[in-house]
């Protein structure tokens, strides 16, 4: 008999306020011994019908395909090697496409990238060859729509469901930067407390500071830097303004 976890967190590696999110959730869990489930959630898939020409820059048709093709052996790892193996390349994949220069992430050149990380955390290099195994895709749209299914369709991610099956599920938080570990857990107990309000519908504002990601070019110490280009968004695929993003 299995048991649910604390906390399931749907995820694609490419979206740089899942990998922040994703890292505070991991000191939180560090700190309260919570049991997470990492689960696959498509940014290419949400936007499949969408016609990428019209409704987003440039990169970003590539760079959400990247993510799809990283699910897809994620996919082939949980299946094969259980889902703690999939806790662990998750960071050895994002690791890769957020903290290295602007110029040393090519969405369209993963096999090296994918290779590094599947050596890191001691995976079979041979797993690389799920890149383009379309036949995952099924499986990742099936907990694409899982997770929209908890929160509505309108959103991005990363989506948290604290306290499976019963418990409030909800897009975010988007943060940009990373709490203190003084701060991670006050940060967790005031996100689940509003969520799991029962009344609780919406808290949002559209003015957001740059994520402080190697890639972006953004340290520490810019602090308040507010996004103003394409990278700095995420969510909605309705408008250009507000559309899922990717590095």
Not at 17 to 23: N, Y
Not at 91 to 112: I, K, M, N, R, W
Not at 201 to 211: F, V
Request: overall charge negative.
């Amino acid at each position: 008999m299995t048991t649910d976890p604390d906390v399931r967190f749907w995820f694609d590696p490419v979206c740089p306020f899942a990998w922040l999110t994703s890292r505070w959730v991991r000191t939180v869990a560090a700190q309260r011994d919570l049991e997470v489930e990492w689960r696959f959630i498509s940014l290419r898939l949400i936007n499949k019908d969408v016609d990428y020409d019209a409704h987003f820059p440039a990169e970003y048709e590539a760079g959400h395909t990247a993510g799809l093709r990283m699910l897809r052996v994620c996919a082939h790892v949980r299946d094969e090697h259980g889902p703690d193996a999939v806790a662990r390349l998750y960071p050895a994949l994002s690791t890769q496409v957020f903290d290295v220069e602007p110029a040393d992430y090519d969405p369209t050149e993963l096999h090296g990238l994918l290779t590094r990380a599947l050596a890191d955390v001691g995976l079979p290099g041979s797993l690389v060859d799920h890149l383009d195994d379309e036949s995952r895709d099924a499986q990742i749209q099936a907990e694409t729509d899982e997770a929209l299914a908890l929160t509505g369709k309108d959103v991005g991610t990363p989506i948290l469901h604290i306290a499976p099956p019963e418990g409030a599920a909800f897009f975010g938080p988007v943060i940009s930067r990373l709490p203190t570990d003084e701060q991670a857990a006050e940060l967790w107990d005031h996100v689940v407390g509003l969520a799991t309000f029962p009344g609780f519908a919406e808290l949002k504002r559209s003015l957001r500071e740059q994520p402080q990601l190697r890639s972006f070019g953004v340290t520490e110490a810019d602090v308040g830097v507010q996004g103003t280009g394409t990278r700095a968004v995420v969510g909605r695929r309705s408008e250009h303004r507000d559309v899922s993003t990717e590095t």
